[in-house]
Structure formats: structure tokens, C-alpha cells
């Protein structure tokens, strides 16, 4: 994953989600994490995000029961996502076995510790967190992980002026929002331009949704 630098930046902000250890309730935790994943820009990491998740969630069903009142929390720790899930046992603390075969019990933090980067236990009076981190490929917690189209987007917005706003008597670099809000209007321009030259702006649309699928598809491919 190539990583440039970030003109703007991107708003990951923590967030928890408190949950009952239970099995029908593991695929709503993948796919809440895959929504955030994608909202943060990390869809790269979404796969193995999902292990990990589903893992130590089930690592709690197993080991502190069905039920269990349990708190899933999402944060980045520098450049790593950082997965921490909170549980009622302050006894318990997870280990990593070598499961043979093809025995279904032992894999869990097997799993986790086969895709994250590191992971820990934390105990805390009669609860602990089980947490573990996976590199993004980022050079900051607020950085992107960038492709030739995302750099050339970028240059252009700064070509054309658009990185830095006038407050006061200063400059300061726009924030990602407002960004956001300029790359919209700039799309919406260039469809005017296109437009006002002949060109069918539904089907040239189309076309460039279809090219963005392609790249996306390409992206998920080399990551999997």
C-alpha cells in the first residue's frame, strides 16, 4: 500500500459499541466493523478487522459465557487500528493454543495473533480488555492510504488553490470536511464543462462509476 502525504487529513474518532456475547450477534459486530472501516478509509484492513473481531468476541461466548455483557471499542493507536473487547471475567485470561487438525476449539486467538500485528490482555478489577492492533500501512492516525488516483486528486485540489482558506489575516489549511465539500463542487463543475461541450453527462457517470468499481475490486483483490 503506496502512502503519501495527507493534505487534509482524516477524522477517526474512537468508538465503542457495548454488546451480550452472543453467536447470532457476530455477524452485526463484522459487519458495524466494516461500515466504520470503510467511513475511516480502511478498507483494506476490513478482513482481517473482521477476524479479529469475531474471534475475541467469541473468545468471551467460550470462555465467560453466553450473554456475557461485553464492550467493543475501535480507536487508532498511531498508525495501527487498535480493536479492544471489554468483558466481566478479570480471572480468565486468553491464550494462544496451537489447535491440530481439525479441532474447532483453541483457533481463536490463534487467528487473531496469525493476522494482528501485536496483541494483549489488560486486566482491570473483575473485568479485563482483550485488544489487539493491525498495521494500516499509514503514516499517521489521520493519514490515507493512497493509490495514483487518490495522489492525483489531491495535487489537483492544491493546483487549483484549494488546500488553504483565508481566516482573518491568515491562511490555514482547510479541514477534511471542508475538503470534501470543494470536491464536490469541483465534480459538479467538471460535469457543467462536460455538458457545456456535447458530452452526456449520465452516461459519462456511468462510466466513471464503473472505472471506480474496477479500481476497488483491484484493491480488494491485492489485499486478499
Known amino acids: 500500500m503506496g502512502v503519501g502525504g495527507c493534505r487534509f487529513g482524516v477524522e477517526r474518532k474512537k468508538w465503542e459499541l457495548p454488546f451480550l456475547a452472543e453467536a447470532q450477534g457476530l455477524a452485526g459486530l463484522r459487519r458495524l466493523m466494516r461500515l466504520h472501516l470503510e467511513l475511516w478509509g480502511l478498507s483494506a484492513v476490513v478482513h482481517a478487522a473482521q477476524v479479529c473481531v469475531t474471534e ?9 459465557g453466553v450473554g456475557a455483557p461485553s464492550c467493543l471499542a475501535v480507536s487508532m493507536n498511531g498508525s495501527h487500528l487498535r480493536i479492544e473487547v471489554t468483558d466481566s471475567d478479570g480471572q480468565g485470561l486468553p491464550t494462544l493454543v496451537k489447535a491440530s487438525g481439525l479441532a ?5 486467538m490463534a487467528l487473531v495473533d496469525g493476522v494482528a500485528a501485536r496483541w494483549g490482555v489488560i486486566l482491570r478489577g473483575t473485568s479485563k480488555v482483550t485488544w489487539c492492533e493491525l498495521a494500516t500501512g499509514l503514516h499517521s492516525s489521520d493519514g490515507h492510504v493512497e ?3 487518490v495522489a492525483k486528486a489531491e495535487a489537483l485540489l492544491g493546483l487549483c488553490g484549494l488546500g488553504v482558506r483565508a481566516v482573518s489575516s491568515r491562511h490555514e489549511r482547510m479541514t477534511v470536511t ?3 465539500e470543494v470536491a464536490t463542487a469541483l465534480i459538479a463543475d467538471l460535469l457543467l464543462w462536460l455538458r457545456a461541450h456535447g458530452f452526456d453527462v449520465d452516461e459519462v457517470l456511468d462510466r466513471a462509476q464503473l472505472h471506480f468499481e474496477a479500481e476497488v475490486e483491484a484493491e480488494v483483490g491485492e489485499v486478499l
Do not use: D, K, P
Open 147 to 149: 493509490g495514483a488516483q
Open 178 to 180: 471542508e475538503a470534501a
Open 104 to 108: 474447532e476449539r483453541g483457533r481463536g
Open 56 to 64: 475475541l468476541a467469541a473468545n468471551v461466548i467460550e470462555h465467560v
